[in-house]
Antibody
């Protein structure tokens, strides 16, 4: 059974940093695209970042501030978020992609990140 | 930049109705389109990928069609579990991987 478990969310001041983790199980972690999607309160879905092999991609809104990575020995996906802004406040979902594409067939439960002073 | 526009934004329907949601891309994305269902407080669920391929375990009353710039999601006979918000997502690697703004399907 595929499982994705996010952790690391919380309250952070503007300009601060936070690292989200996503522990994956139930599938061959290295074989699939992985990504992060966020949802601001009451708003729609926003694709944030994805990783395939060693290649990474970012939405313009987070480029230069967020870094996606994965530790294959731990089957864990990360999102390092720096220079956080109020508009980054959202539930962040970790999601499993397909073998070659960034559409997502499994999602975690979400981690809430609140950026506020 | 590419834009994904869903219509309508809100749709009111009754049990047993046939409903169709449209997603339009501002540029051709071939068939790189997915549809998701989301209920309040829960993660999205994949329904359709590659425009018309039904994800495993998804009821056959859901279907997707289209290619290029115009896509549809159809529910053939609405069931109580179908009232939710639906999103399209383009995943053509030539463009940013964006979602449509969502269509909320509620009870008439």
């Amino acid at each position: 059974e595929v499982k994705l478990l996010e952790s690391g969310g919380g309250l952070v001041q503007p300009g601060g940093s936070l690292r989200l983790s996503c522990a994956a199980s139930g599938f061959t972690f290295t074989a699939y695209f992985m990504g992060w999607v966020r949802q601001a309160p009451g708003k729609g879905l926003e694709w944030v970042s994805g990783i395939s092999g060693s290649a990474t991609e970012y939405a313009d809104a987070v480029k230069g501030r967020f870094t996606i990575s994965r530790d294959e020995s731990k089957n864990t996906l990360y999102l390092q978020m720096n220079s956080l802004r109020a508009e980054d406040t959202a539930v962040y979902y970790c999601a499993k992609g397909s073998v070659r594409r960034f559409y997502f067939d499994y999602w975690g439960q979400g981690a809430l990140v609140t950026v506020s002073s | 930049d590419i834009q994904m526009t869903q219509s309508p934004s809100t749709l009111s329907a009754s049990l047993g109705d046939r409903v169709t949601i449209t997603c339009r891309a501002s540029q051709s994305i071939s068939s790189y389109l997915a549809w998701y269902q989301q209920k309040p407080g829960t993660a999205p669920k994949l329904l359709i990928y590659k425009a018309s391929n039904l994800e495993g375990g998804v009821p056959s009353r859901f279907s997707g069609a289209g290619s290029g710039t115009e896509f549809t999601l159809t529910i053939s006979s609405l069931q109580p579990d179908d009232f939710a918000t639906y999103y399209c997502q383009q995943y053509n690697p030539s463009f940013p991987y964006i979602f449509g703004q969502g269509t909320k399907l509620d009870v008439k």
